[in-house]
């Protein structure tokens, strides 16, 4: 839900509230956090950067990565 509200939603505070979500759930959500960073609203930057900088690690998002390796 709150991967098609960071990108389909309309309103930049209800995308930037989902950034804050998806860096809730954690590190698989990195590279939607990175589209984040792309939004054209910036809140939406600013509140994807916070979810990845309080939120992950950068061993959590290698973790991940190598867990997804289809994924590269």
């Known amino acids: 839900m709150f991967i ?4 389909k939603e309309n309103s930049p505070m209800v995308r ?3 950034a804050f979500g998806l860096g809730k759930i ?3 959500t990195f590279r939607s956090l990175l589209l984040a ?3 054209t609203v910036q ?7 916070r979810a990845i900088l309080l939120n ?3 061993e959590d ?3 991940a990565f190598e867990e997804n390796d289809h994924q590269k």
Not at 4 to 7: A, H, K, M, V, Y
Not at 43 to 49: E, L, M, R, Y
């Open 26 to 28: 954690g590190a698989q």
């Open 43 to 49: 809140v939406v930057k600013d509140s994807a950067s």
């Open 4 to 7: 098609e509200g960071i990108s």
């Open 56 to 58: 992950m690690t950068l």
């Open 16 to 18: 930037a509230e989902c």
């Open 37 to 39: 960073l792309r939004d």
């Open 61 to 63: 998002i290698q973790v």
